[in-house]
């Protein structure tokens, strides 16, 4: 069974060499012409001078290239650094700049629109196109321009490897954060494959799914669509949709029986007309990246009477992390379940002894899925990444657990239930509210799509409730309406001082809603 990140590819390349790995459009790679073009491109990083653990940046959308280069920088042995297409030129070089990226492989517009931006990158060497080189590129950049193509057909100059081993890091994926810049998470290739393998056993992945990758491979819960279809052989789909109702029409074209998505994105796709198809094949689905509310949950339960739930908690610093079995949804369908296989998950308080049952605080999680820690931050690190106090079953040595940040709280019978981040409570009246309680309350009364509960600065209570609120495609709902239907649920300190209704909510590269953007927003809005 594979160790290192790239093998996933090769192993079942040997065990099924004509079994369709990869679709994009209208072009599909299968097993052996994956691994073949995953080969070339990894001897011609080496040949251009890529050293063992150097930085290879991918800023392209989801595409055939994006996923062999991936694992190309893999087994070159270098580490690869996703960037989200979504992002503007100053973010792509701060990640470029952050990583020391040696390399950056992207597409002739991309390029372009970063000229300003490479001239103060001072570690990047060479830049891959994976469209057209022209004399006008070469001469407004100070990097070497090399063509995709040229590098994939070319034999390769030398035969040396670099020598991996499964605690070597293979990955940086920049997480959003709450606040600052990004981080970069540091992956092994120990961290991506326990990883996939934890995933598929749960899921119960076999070659004969088909996944659709709709979520961003610069996210980890996108990439993990990636392992863990090529740890078993199975076919992954790649599509960048504009609308959710492209979803749909490609779940029922390409026969989909697995589908990984944020919560933001099943809201907006219970509202949809389903195509008959779009259902016809799909045996599971799942959900990350935050909480789903327990109505959305309810009508995929009714829309997908014969496709498994799996409810999913998960952060970048430890890759995957729980999730809820199917046949529990109806029973505790606000959990976030137990932890995955090779995993375990606590609830600790700070001086690090086991919470009571229901009694909440910090996760921790503990297991090889754990991060290295962040790419040249000692300080973050040390503070997330960090031993649990006086643990008498741990390995000798001090075994480093991910502290999460997240607020949580486990059930009689093992069950974790997710309550809030730790920065995210609202402090009103004398009170600490959570704002994941209120917006359950609002989602239950039906009327609402999308909500979101924020605190805003006030001079005698200190934070003033604020909901924004999309209402259901068809319903007219106003403030009042809202505010009666949901008051016998919530106490007085809880209630909002006012309802914001939009059409849309904003949403960072992963696609979850953008609490700190839409908390600006809505200052700008009341000070205006």
């Known amino acids: ?29 299968t097993y052996a012409e994956l691994a073949e073009q995953v080969e070339h491109l990894s001897r011609a990083l080496i040949d251009i001078g ?10 392209l959308p989801k595409c055939l290239e994006n996923v ?9 042995g270098a580490v690869f650094v996703p960037i989200n297409p979504a992002l503007k030129p100053h973010q792509v070089s701060h990640i470029l700049l952050d990583s ?25 060497q060479s830049v891959i196109l994976t469209d057209d080189v022209d004399s006008e590129d070469e001469e407004i950049h100070t990097q070497r321009l090399l063509a995709w193509d040229e590098l994939i057909a070319a034999s390769p100059v030398t035969v040396r490897v670099h020598r991996v081993i499964d605690s070597d890091m293979v990955s940086l994926i920049y997480t959003s954060g709450s606040t600052g810049d990004p981080k970069g998470v540091i992956l092994s290739h120990r961290n991506m494959v326990t990883g996939a393998k934890s995933v598929a056993q749960y899921l119960n992945n076999s070659p004969s799914d088909r996944i659709l990758a709709v979520l961003p491979l610069s996210f980890d819960y996108g990439m993990s669509q990636l392992t863990t279809a090529f740890l078993v052989g199975a076919s992954v789909v790649l599509i960048n949709y504009l609308l959710p109702m492209e979803v749909l029409n490609t779940l029922a074209q390409e026969r989909i029986t697995g589908l990984a998505a944020v919560p933001p994105l099943w809201n907006l796709l219970v509202e949809l007309p389903w195509p008959g198809e779009a259902a016809a094949n799909l045996r599971y689905i799942t959900s990350s990246g935050g909480v789903v509310p327990v109505e959305t949950t309810e009508l995929l339960r009714q829309m997908l009477p014969k496709t498994e ?35 375990e998950v606590l609830v600790l308080r700070s001086d690090g002894t086991p919470c009571a049952v229901d009694e909440p605080d910090e996760l921790v999680h503990r297991g090889s899925l754990v991060a290295m820690g962040y790419w040249n931050d000692v300080e973050a690190t040390e503070q997330r990444f960090r031993p649990i106090p006086n643990r008498v079953d741990a390995i000798p040595g001090e075994e480093i657990a991910v ?16 309550l809030r981040r730790d920065d995210e409570l609202i402090k009103t009246m004398g009170y600490r509210v959570s704002p994941n309680e209120i ?47 949901c008051k016998q649920r919530l106490a007085s300190y809880m209630m909002p ?32």
């Open 100 to 124: 020391e990226a040696k390399v950056l492989i992207t597409t002739q517009g991309k390029c372009r629109a970063l000229n300003t931006a490479l001239g103060y990158c001072v570690d990047l």
């Open 439 to 485: 917006e359950e309350i609002f989602y239950r009364s039906g009327l609402v799509s999308e909500v979101v509960a924020l605190g805003i600065p006030h001079t005698t209570i200190g934070q003033s409730i604020v909901l924004v609120a999309i209402p259901k495609n068809g319903v007219e709902v106003t403030e009042k309406l809202l505010l009666d239907d």
């Open 68 to 76: 062999i280069a991936i694992f190309a920088a893999s087994a070159a």
């Open 403 to 418: 502290w999460s940040g997240d607020i949580v709280k486990m059930d009689s019978e093992g069950y974790l239930y997710f």
């Open 309 to 343: 739930i799996y409810l999913m908690y998960g952060l970048t610093e430890a890759f995957r992390s729980t999730y809820l079995p199917p046949e529990q949804i109806e029973k505790r369908p606000t959990s976030i379940g137990k932890a995955i296989p090779n995993a």
């Open 497 to 528: 001082a006012e309802i914001i209704f939009r059409s849309s909510l904003p949403t960072n590269q992963n696609g979850k809603v953008d609490r700190k953007q839409l908390a600006l927003e809505v200052l700008e809005s009341v000070s205006a």
């Open 50 to 59: 890529v050293e063992k653990q150097d930085r290879i940046a991918i800023y």
């Open 1 to 29: 069974m594979a160790e290192l990140l790239h093998d996933l590819i090769f192993e079942s390349a040997s065990r099924s060499p004509s079994q369709t790995a990869l679709k994009y459009k209208s072009s599909t790679l």
